[in-house]
């Protein structure tokens, strides 16, 4: 069985300067009581620990992932790739990134929650070594429940 080979993006460290950038990606990735706005990623963006990738492709804003490191455990914050380039690899690349920056960090692991009735997430983290480590019940504001993942490659 062959695998797609998707161009790479081009990833830079997000700052307090992408802050519209990144909240306009938000928007445009989750239904609007999900949303993050600019002034929340804006004071996300210089918290300790926190760090974030944005996806460009060919100058353009694609999408970025936001990751926290405390001690060995890191956690997805937020991922979302701008609809005209989904399917292109992108979300896969920023979570290789994350997953090389949490490493560089020093976390031997990597959380996040999706929600149940994200599938196509949740086959993106299970193609990429995360498997389930729980569950939390009516977690969205929908109601629905959050799988929690792990990734797991230290100690």
């Known amino acids: 069985m062959s695998q797609t080979v998707f161009e790479p993006v081009e990833i830079v460290e997000a700052t307090l300067a992408h802050g519209a950038v990144l909240a306009a990606l938000h928007a445009h990735s989750f239904s609007a009581e999900d ?58 690349q920023l979570l290789t990134w994350g997953v090389m920056e949490a490493q560089d960090r020093g976390a031997d692991h990597m959380f996040l929650e999706v929600s149940v009735k994200n599938t196509a997430a949740q086959a993106l983290y299970a193609g990429t070594g995360f498997v389930q480590a729980g569950k939390r019940r009516a977690y969205y504001p929908d109601g629905s429940d959050a799988l929690v993942l792990m990734h797991s490659w230290g100690g």
């Open 35 to 92: 949303v993050w706005d600019e002034e929340a990623l804006k004071q996300l963006l210089p918290m300790p620990g926190v760090v974030t990738a944005l996806a460009l492709r060919d100058d353009q804003p694609a999408g970025f992932l936001m990751i926290r490191c405390v001690a060995d455990e890191a956690e997805i914050l937020t991922l979302c790739v701008a609809t005209a380039y989904r399917q292109q690899g992108i979300a896969r």
